[in-house]
């Protein structure tokens, strides 16, 4: 009896991670495309650079299920010999850093192909099965106003960096009006239920309904033909399409067409009211679930046949009633059996954001039952957020199922300098070595793109290094002579490393700094860095004479906006303490933190990338009536600004762009000040709960129409601008260092769980009113 007990125990060990690899292949996934296809595809982008390049697409080329590209000239001719076109796009891009110093990024490229040809002759082979790229929030922050030419530059991105694995824009909600209607709903409700297009990502997560909708029939047009035509790409290059699968979230209305069903209530989400928060959640027990998720997927099932990879994410951010481990487990049962009858080969890919966001409501056991009720290997887990909140070991290797090691970094496209490069030069290869680890891929997860490109561009390159960079002052100056095609930056980049890319800390950095948060006066700003190393790294940017490129143009504006920023930051930390003082004192605080604030905007004059003219022209351009431009200018403003109709999630998705600065942080930032002082040379009380509704009235909600005026672009030379801004505030008196109250890892803990507490830099209900004290002498 105790030998069989003991063989049970042995058993369970070898075979709990062994790993059913079989419907996550990349020859099979990545080679439906034939091969003359992938190297017409790959060959036409190569052409776009130099028509020196020969390409063999090859997939027998494949070593371990994973991509291969070799690299050698001959003759004066690159010759490409790849798996797939997306493998011989990344490899010609691999030459393009490696041996050309050249760089093409998300914003700027920098392209130089020398003559004759660099001589190569190498081969790389991929780390791992997969490069998955995407938030389900990226969608919403980043491409949502885009049209395919925008998609097909960004696919041509995705292939040159490897990636293999990506999340297709599919037009959902297009598929789910077709769903609706047959089922009973009327127009109306429909309506009713669909959000703006800025928005429809919560709207698919179950989290909001109806906020910025209705969603207009010609959106839906656009959309399907953006599908059509960006899938059909994808498949061209060997990029496998993710495909949008049902969660369980379905339209209030549906109470009304199915009296007889069981629906669960969701509970709120960030305080948005009945009106627009939440749905309903389909019992998984019910027929219905599986009929709703059969219908979806054949709406969307042309599309799909040959991808077998499908995204459901049930509870992201979502609390349903009823909440029970039978719940979730047989909620997992119902979207995997119904992915199951429409696709023999399925394999589900889920976020892991819903154990990290709310550790409690996800207890490991119930985590455990919930990822073995799918048979293993046909779930693919993104573990999202591994750079800062790795689970992979907290959940043993997610009980056996494979995962993607995945680099969030970003939330809500949101600006600002920072990154941690030592854990993902050291993390991603830990995980890949440990004994019985079920990682089969890396990924880059941001809700939001256009940003801190650097950190993105390392990450990438862990998908084919061995082990991790060596010296990282050497790789970011070699980076920088690939950007800017100069030399001369490396001392500077040292200094970013050391400052604004060394973070190492659990506290939650989302980009909301003290300029782009609503004015209070009990914000509590924090660095994980010194002022000097950055003033240093810019002093090193605005002395490079020889540098000129699309590249050091934008890092020279990002290098001085994150420097002004911080200087305001300090300038703040002052003026709390000078409406304390006299009134001089105070009246001078608050103009020296409005100038910093002023002279920000000046820099982000400079460049257009800066600037939010684009973002809302963009949504413009998808109108076809005056009544669509007004709604998607809307559904453009209110994402970056208020996020909701009363403010639910103000700021989360700020953007550090110069009109923002012109006509909403400047603004609403001089009315509370001037309401502070006045309030303080009346001796009167100053009510801050008051000065912010006056605000909301008179700067948040009217930002939301105001005519845009030509921002007038500066004659200056950025480079002399930012030499005279340095010179400004490089040694500004008077100001100490943030505090730097980085919350820790504990050294003996490789994973952790998120700090549910309260965000630890701005008070959450802050005093409404303020007695200056009276015995301040009035000046």
Same mark, same amino acid.
């Not at 099932?301 to 509870?315: E, K, M, N, Q, R």
């Not at 999630?649 to 942080?665: G, R, V």
């Not at 006056?694 to 105001?706: D, G, H, P, Q």
């Given at each position: !009896?105790?030998?069989?007990?003991?063989?049970?125990?042995?058993?369970?060990?070898?075979?709990?991670?062994?790993?059913?690899?079989?419907?996550?292949?990349?020859?099979?996934?990545?080679?439906?495309?034939?091969?003359?296809?992938?190297?017409?595809?790959?060959?036409?982008?190569?052409?776009? @650079?130099? +028509?020196?390049?020969?390409?063999?697409? %090859?997939?027998? $080329?494949?070593?371990?299920?994973?991509?291969?590209?070799?690299?050698?000239?001959?003759?004066?001719?690159?010759?490409?010999?790849?798996?797939?076109?997306?493998?011989?796009?990344?490899?010609? %891009?691999?030459?393009?850093?490696?041996?050309?110093?050249?760089?093409?990024?998300?914003?700027?490229?920098?392209?130089?192909?020398?003559?004759?040809?660099?001589?190569?002759?190498?081969?790389?082979?991929?780390?791992?099965?997969?490069?998955?790229?995407?938030?389900?929030?990226?969608?919403?922050?980043?491409?949502?106003?885009?049209?395919?030419?925008?998609?097909?530059?960004?696919?041509?991105?995705?292939?040159?960096?490897?990636? &293999?694995?990506?999340?297709?824009?599919?037009?959902?909600?297009?598929?789910?009006?077709?769903?609706?209607?047959?089922?009973?709903? /009327?127009?109306?409700?429909?309506?009713? *239920?669909?959000?703006?297009?800025?928005?429809?990502?919560?709207?698919?997560?179950?989290?909001?309904?109806?906020?910025?909708?209705?969603?207009?029939?010609?959106? &839906?047009?656009?959309?399907?033909?953006?599908?059509?035509?960006?899938?059909?790409? !994808? @498949?061209?290059?060997? #990029?496998?399409?993710?495909?949008?699968?049902?969660?369980? *979230?379905?339209?209030?209305?549906?109470?009304?067409?199915?009296?007889?069903? /069981?629906? *669960?209530?969701?509970?709120?989400?960030?305080?948005?009211?009945?009106?627009?928060?939440?749905?309903?959640?389909?019992?998984?027990?019910?027929?219905?679930?599986?009929?709703?998720?059969?219908?979806?997927?054949?709406?969307?099932?042309?599309?799909?046949?040959?991808?077998?990879?499908?995204?459901?994410?049930?509870?992201?951010?979502?609390?349903?009633?009823?909440?029970?481990?039978?719940?979730?487990?047989?909620?997992?049962?119902?979207?995997?059996?119904?992915?199951?009858?429409?696709?023999?080969?399925?394999?589900? $890919?889920?976020?892991?954001?819903?154990?990290?966001?709310?550790?409690?409501?996800?207890?490991?056991?119930?985590?455990?039952?919930? !990822?073995?009720?799918?048979?293993?290997?046909?779930?693919?887990? $993104?573990?999202?957020?591994?750079?800062?909140?790795?689970? @992979?070991?907290?959940?043993?290797?997610?009980?056996?199922?494979?995962?993607?090691?995945?680099? $969030? *970094?970003?939330?809500?496209?949101?600006?600002?300098?920072?990154?941690?490069?030592?854990?993902?030069?050291?993390?991603?290869?830990?995980?890949?070595?440990?004994?019985?680890?079920?990682?089969?891929?890396?990924?880059?997860?941001?809700?939001?793109?256009?940003?801190?490109?650097?950190?993105?561009?390392? !990450?990438?390159?862990?998908?084919?290094?061995?082990?991790?960079?060596?010296?990282?002052? +050497?790789?970011?100056?070699?980076?920088?002579?690939?950007?800017?095609?100069?030399?001369?930056? +490396?001392?500077?980049?040292?200094?970013?490393?050391?400052?604004?890319?060394?973070?190492?800390?659990?506290?939650?950095?989302?980009?909301?700094?003290?300029?782009?948060?609503?004015?209070?006066?009990?914000?509590?700003?924090?660095?994980?860095?010194?002022?000097?190393?950055?003033?240093?790294?810019?002093?090193?940017?605005?002395?490079?004479?020889?540098?000129?490129?699309?590249?050091?143009?934008?890092?020279?504006?990002?290098?001085?906006?994150?420097?002004?920023?911080?200087?305001?930051?300090?300038? @703040?930390?002052?003026?709390?303490?000078?409406?304390?003082?006299?009134?001089?004192?105070?009246?001078?605080?608050?103009?020296?933190?409005?100038?910093?604030?002023?002279? #920000?905007?000046?820099?982000?004059?400079?460049?257009?990338?800066?600037?939010?003219?684009?973002?809302?022209?963009?949504?413009? &351009?998808?109108?076809?009536?005056?009544?669509?431009?007004?709604?998607?200018?809307?559904?453009?403003?209110?994402?970056?600004?208020?996020?909701?109709?009363?403010?639910?999630?103000?700021?989360?998705?700020?953007?550090?762009?110069?009109?923002?600065?012109?006509?909403?942080?400047?603004?609403?930032?001089?009315?509370?000040?001037?309401?502070?002082?006045?309030?303080?040379?009346?001796?009167?009380?100053?009510?801050?709960?008051?000065?912010? =509704?006056? #605000?909301?009235?008179?700067?948040?909600?009217?930002?939301?129409?105001?005519?845009?005026?030509?921002?007038?672009?500066?004659?200056?030379?950025?480079?002399?601008?930012?030499?005279?801004?340095?010179?400004?505030?490089?040694?500004?008196?008077?100001?100490? =260092?943030?505090?730097?109250?980085?919350?820790?890892?504990?050294?003996?803990?490789?994973?952790?769980?998120?700090?549910?507490?309260?965000?630890?830099?701005?008070?959450?209900?802050?005093?409404?009113?303020?007695?200056?004290?009276?015995?301040?002498?009035?000046?």
């Amino acid at each position: !009896m105790q030998y069989t007990i003991l063989l049970v125990v042995l058993l369970k060990s070898v075979f709990s991670y062994s790993l059913n690899l079989d419907y996550l292949d990349p020859v099979k996934l990545q080679t439906i495309a034939p091969p003359a296809t992938q190297q017409n595809a790959a060959t036409q982008i190569i052409s776009k @650079y130099t +028509t020196k390049v020969l390409v063999e697409i %090859n997939p027998l $080329l494949f070593k371990d299920n994973k991509d291969v590209f070799s690299l050698r000239t001959v003759q004066g001719l690159l010759h490409i010999r790849a798996t797939t076109g997306v493998a011989a796009l990344w490899g010609f %891009n691999y030459y393009l850093k490696k041996y050309c110093k050249s760089q093409i990024a998300w914003q700027v490229q920098r392209v130089v192909v020398p003559e004759p040809l660099p001589e190569v002759d190498e081969l790389v082979v991929s780390n791992d099965r997969f490069r998955y790229y995407q938030n389900v929030c990226t969608a919403s922050y980043s491409f949502v106003w885009w049209q395919t030419n925008d998609w097909v530059e960004h696919v041509q991105w995705m292939a040159l960096n490897g990636i &293999n694995l990506a999340l297709a824009p599919v037009a959902q909600e297009a598929a789910w009006a077709r769903v609706y209607r047959s089922l009973g709903m /009327t127009d109306d409700e429909i309506d009713e *239920h669909f959000t703006g297009p800025a928005f429809l990502a919560w709207l698919r997560m179950g989290n909001v309904h109806g906020w910025g909708g209705p969603l207009l029939k010609s959106w &839906n047009d656009k959309q399907r033909e953006i599908q059509d035509s960006v899938i059909d790409y !994808m @498949y061209q290059l060997g #990029i496998v399409s993710v495909f949008p699968a049902f969660n369980g *979230h379905v339209p209030k209305a549906f109470a009304r067409i199915f009296p007889n069903v /069981t629906f *669960h209530d969701v509970d709120t989400w960030n305080k948005f009211d009945a009106e627009h928060c939440c749905g309903l959640f389909v019992d998984p027990n019910e027929p219905l679930f599986k009929i709703i998720g059969k219908m979806f997927l054949k709406e969307t099932g042309s599309l799909s046949a040959t991808s077998h990879i499908y995204s459901s994410d049930p509870f992201n951010e979502v609390k349903i009633e009823q909440w029970s481990t039978a719940l979730v487990v047989q909620t997992a049962k119902s979207i995997f059996s119904t992915l199951l009858e429409f696709d023999d080969e399925a394999v589900w $890919l889920l976020q892991n954001w819903m154990f990290v966001s709310d550790p409690l409501q996800w207890p490991k056991s119930r985590v455990r039952s919930f !990822m073995t009720s799918v048979p293993n290997g046909r779930m693919l887990v $993104l573990d999202l957020q591994a750079e800062q909140w790795p689970q @992979y070991e907290l959940y043993e290797m997610y009980f056996g199922q494979p995962f993607i090691w995945c680099m $969030l *970094h970003n939330f809500g496209g949101t600006l600002g300098m920072f990154g941690n490069m030592i854990t993902i030069n050291k993390e991603v290869y830990y995980a890949r070595a440990l004994a019985n680890s079920t990682m089969i891929g890396v990924g880059l997860t941001p809700e939001g793109i256009n940003q801190n490109y650097v950190v993105y561009d390392l !990450m990438l390159e862990s998908a084919w290094r061995k082990k991790p960079v060596e010296n990282l002052d +050497t790789w970011a100056g070699e980076y920088a002579e690939r950007r800017y095609g100069c030399n001369t930056t +490396t001392d500077a980049w040292r200094y970013l490393l050391k400052s604004v890319y060394s973070f190492n800390g659990l506290n939650k950095v989302r980009g909301k700094y003290v300029i782009t948060r609503r004015p209070s006066f009990n914000i509590k700003p924090w660095a994980w860095y010194k002022s000097y190393d950055l003033f240093q790294a810019l002093k090193k940017f605005v002395t490079s004479t020889d540098c000129y490129s699309d590249g050091f143009l934008y890092d020279i504006v990002d290098v001085t906006r994150q420097a002004l920023q911080y200087r305001a930051e300090q300038l @703040y930390v002052n003026m709390q303490s000078a409406r304390y003082s006299n009134t001089l004192l105070f009246k001078e605080a608050i103009q020296q933190f409005l100038d910093a604030m002023i002279d #920000i905007e000046s820099i982000l004059r400079t460049n257009t990338f800066f600037g939010a003219a684009d973002w809302i022209a963009k949504a413009e &351009n998808f109108a076809r009536t005056p009544i669509e431009s007004y709604s998607y200018s809307l559904n453009a403003r209110n994402q970056i600004t208020l996020w909701g109709p009363n403010g639910e999630i103000t700021d989360y998705a700020c953007k550090q762009w110069a009109e923002l600065f012109h006509y909403y942080y400047i603004p609403r930032w001089t009315k509370f000040l001037d309401v502070a002082l006045d309030a303080k040379t009346k001796r009167e009380v100053f009510d801050e709960k008051t000065a912010r =509704d006056m #605000i909301r009235s008179t700067v948040e909600y009217k930002f939301l129409f105001v005519t845009f005026d030509t921002i007038h672009r500066p004659a200056v030379n950025p480079i002399d601008l930012a030499l005279d801004l340095y010179q400004k505030w490089a040694f500004y008196p008077g100001l100490d =260092d943030l505090p730097q109250n980085v919350i820790r890892p504990d050294p003996g803990k490789r994973t952790t769980l998120p700090d549910v507490d309260k965000e630890s830099d701005e008070t959450e209900d802050p005093p409404s009113v303020i007695m200056w004290h009276s015995t301040t002498p009035i000046n």
